[in-house]
């Protein structure tokens, strides 16, 4: 498919979810605001689910685009730096506008039910645990990196959702302020491990 249709279907998807909600975005609203015919939607992917499928790709591969950008930028190669980055990343105006963010509400959501949009849940998480847990085992043994990681990753998806929930929409900039404080405590609560951990990761 063209890659400016295919980005024009998928943007059309997040405007009716934001619009309408998932249940109401049937292929023919989605259609109407693509200005395409529903067979089309149809042809390309099968449907209503293979279209909130392409959707999440989307949204999770300019997730990925976002943390690796900042990670790539850093002068600092530091672990807190790195984790700074993954933070920042997640609350990145990829991540946070109204469009973007009921459609992340509707696909945790949906991923309880469907299959693939499970699949993608569980990729994502395991990545933001795993991206965490190896830079938080720089700094300390492998069971209190587990734990670290899975605080921190917990903090982040927490502050997201809950702000995603309020009228006013996510405050992007506090929850970042809130996580980067999350993350002071966890370093401050462990000292830095001997060199010969640096490169075990969990």
Known sequence: ????????????????????????????????????????????FGGKDGLMEATMRQILSDLGKAVNARRQALADTSPEAHIGAIIDGNFDPSQVSGPVAKTWLAFWASSMHKPTLARLQQVNDRRLYSNLC????????????????????????????????????LDAERARRLAHATLHRLLEASPETPATHHTQFA
């Not at 043994?141 to 605080?151: F, I, L, M, N, V």
């Open 134 to 169: 190896a830079q938080f085992r720089r700094r300390m043994p492998k069971e209190q990196a587990r734990d670290a990681a899975g605080t921190l990753a917990a903090m982040i998806d927490g502050l997201w959702l809950r702000g995603a929930l309020t009228p006013e929409g």
């Open 1 to 44: 498919m063209e890659p400016i249709r295919r980005q024009q279907l998928i943007t059309a998807t997040m405007a009716a979810i934001d619009e309408l909600g998932l249940a109401d975005a049937t292929v023919m609203r989605i259609a109407r605001h693509a200005g395409v015919s529903a067979g089309i939607i149809s042809h390309y």
